[in-house]
């Protein structure tokens, strides 16, 4: 083998196992971790204290579906068996979005959002977006106007306030404490101008009125 051929074969070798997805080692136990909020009293610009946090989750999986007379591969909700192919095992990434409704004194009503992507061997290989913001279960809205990121310090996550600009609604038909909490149309907010303004329908995306429903998991205390 010319000594070309053997620099082109360690190149192709470098470039794939620089995007192979490393593992994370993250789980949602640090969801219920003092140090995962600590900085939030800072970016909240208020004194709060942070008792518990109520969970709801949701969960999209890669799953295999006919479309167009072949085999396709998307993401949807666990829940969902539209034209999945049942017939073919298959178990791809998948990732669990969760709502978490901080539970504070003062009695306040701050929202995180949270997402965590996991590959087809259960490892955690990312996560966000992070949102925070507040909500309305009066109206059933939930507001996010900061976007988070996570950083990592041995084994220990924490949000930190990011400097993308964010605005986003959450409007729910079904918003039941301690039961669910069903998205039915998102509003992405960029700036008063027409036309910079986008409006996603839940149902019409993704020909489910439930790909976004959130059920409860339990309220655990922070530790």
Same mark, same amino acid.
């Given at each position: 083998?010319?000594?070309?051929?053997?620099?082109l074969?360690?190149?192709?070798?470098?470039?794939?196992?620089?995007?192979?997805?490393?593992?994370i080692?993250?789980?949602?136990?640090?969801?219920?971790?003092?140090? @995962?909020?600590d900085?939030?009293p800072?970016i909240l610009?208020?004194d709060? #204290?942070?008792?518990?946090?109520?969970?709801?989750?949701?969960?999209?999986?890669?799953?295999?579906y006919?479309?167009?007379?072949?085999?396709?591969? +998307?993401?949807?909700?666990?829940?969902?068996d +539209?034209?999945?192919? #049942?017939?073919?095992?298959f178990?791809g @990434?998948?990732?669990?979005?969760?709502?978490?409704?901080?539970?504070?004194? $003062?009695?306040d +009503?701050?929202?995180?959002?949270?997402?965590?992507?996991?590959?087809? @061997?259960?490892?955690?290989?990312?996560?966000? $977006?992070?949102?925070?913001?507040?909500?309305?279960?009066?109206?059933?809205?939930?507001y996010f106007?900061?976007?988070?990121?996570?950083?990592?310090?041995?084994?220990?996550?924490?949000?930190r306030?990011?400097?993308?600009?964010?605005?986003?609604?959450?409007?729910?038909?079904?918003m039941?404490?301690?039961? #669910?909490?069903?998205?039915?149309?998102?509003?992405?907010?960029? +700036?008063?101008?027409?036309?910079?303004?986008?409006?996603?329908?839940?149902?019409?995306? @993704?020909?489910?009125?439930?790909a976004l429903?959130?059920?409860?998991?339990?309220?655990?205390?922070?530790?």
């Amino acid at each position: 083998m010319s000594v070309y051929k053997q620099i082109l074969i360690l190149a192709i070798i470098i470039t794939l196992c620089s995007c192979a997805p490393r593992n994370i080692p993250f789980n949602t136990g640090n969801l219920t971790q003092k140090s @995962f909020y600590d900085a939030l009293p800072l970016i909240l610009n208020k004194d709060v #204290h942070i008792d518990s946090v109520m969970l709801y989750e949701t969960t999209f999986e890669e799953k295999p579906y006919e479309g167009y007379y072949i085999v396709d591969y +998307s993401e949807v909700n666990a829940l969902n068996d +539209s034209n999945i192919l #049942h017939y073919k095992d298959f178990k791809g @990434f998948y990732q669990k979005l969760y709502i978490l409704k901080l539970v504070t004194e $003062p009695n306040d +009503s701050i929202v995180i959002y949270f997402s965590v992507k996991y590959n087809m @061997f259960d490892q955690c290989v990312g996560f966000g $977006p992070a949102y925070l913001g507040w909500i309305d279960e009066q109206k059933k809205l939930i507001y996010f106007y900061k976007e988070l990121y996570t950083k990592s310090k041995k084994n220990l996550f924490s949000l930190r306030k990011s400097r993308q600009p964010l605005g986003l609604y959450m409007n729910a038909n079904e918003m039941i404490p301690k039961d #669910h909490i069903n998205i039915e149309k998102m509003i992405v907010e960029r +700036s008063y101008e027409v036309g910079n303004n986008v409006v996603i329908d839940v149902e019409q995306i @993704f020909r489910d009125p439930y790909a976004l429903k959130f059920g409860y998991l339990g309220t655990q205390k922070i530790n």
